[in-house]
């Protein structure tokens, strides 16, 4: 089945950096945008970045846009979610979801979502 | 960016009543809008698309309907299983920007 398991959180100081994965098996990678989404500790949902099936075009969040790389690698079925210079309002589940049509990154909604990591900012 | 702001963000229900949750956008965004159900600990899930396309599995008591700026999920007859956090989302651009969330409570 279509599954995106996501690994890599934990507990990290502020300034410091961490790198997020998320595996993807069920589907032909290599033929969807992929996406980071993050929800912090009771709060609502925030799109984090974009990443065109090829690798070709990438769009982030204005919290993150300088701080933040998405980046895939399509032979490992794996998207990176790579975090520098990490904040305290980084804190958040960040979730790994789909684009459901093939062979864009662009106005696609989401299906599915892995199960999230924690990460949390902390010193 | 498109801002999206959703309403209520928060209800009281009973099971057999009917719900209705509004989004409205800051600008045209026509029909690219989602809606998804989230339960505590889990992931978002996909209920309805292109703002009125049901997601294959969905029951059908959930509805969307909308377009342009205005937009409304309605839950027909609510289930036990139906109490959740819903949100809904555009895609008409980047960035892509969620509502806020509308959680649906047992009364």
């Known amino acids: 089945q279509v599954q995106l398991v996501e690994s890599g959180g934990g507990v990290v100081q502020p300034g410091r950096s961490l790198t997020l994965s998320c595996t993807a098996s069920?589907?032909?990678?290599?033929?969807?945008?992929m996406h980071w989404v993050r929800q912090a500790p009771g709060k609502g949902l925030e799109w984090v970045a974009v990443?065109?099936?090829?690798?070709?075009?990438?769009y982030y969040g204005d919290s993150v846009k300088g701080r933040f790389t998405i980046s895939r690698d399509n032979s490992k079925n794996t998207l990176y979610l790579q975090m520098n210079s990490l904040r305290a309002e980084d804190t958040a589940v960040y979730f790994c979801?789909?684009?459901?049509?093939?062979?864009?990154?662009?106005?696609?909604?989401?299906?599915?979502w892995g199960q999230g990591t924690l990460v949390t900012v902390s010193s | 960016a498109v801002r999206i702001t959703q309403s209520p963000s928060s209800l009281s229900a009973s099971a057999g009543d009917r719900v209705t949750i509004t989004c409205r956008a800051s600008?045209?965004?026509?029909?690219?809008l989602a809606w998804y159900q989230q339960k505590p600990g889990k992931a978002p899930k996909l209920l309805i698309y292109?703002?009125?396309t049901l997601e294959s599995g969905v029951p059908s008591r959930f509805s969307g309907s909308g377009s342009g700026t205005d937009f409304t999920l309605t839950i027909t007859y609510l289930q036990s299983e139906d109490f959740a956090t819903f949100f809904c989302q555009h895609y008409y651009n980047y960035p892509i920007t969620f509502g806020g969330g509308t959680k649906v409570e047992i009364k």
């Open positions: 600008q045209d965004i026509g029909t690219y």
């Open positions: 979801a789909r684009d459901k049509r093939e062979t864009t990154g662009y106005r696609s909604w989401f299906d599915p």
């Open positions: 069920g589907f032909t990678f290599n033929n969807y945008g």
């Open positions: 990443i065109w099936y090829d690798g070709s075009n990438k």
């Open positions: 292109s703002a009125s």
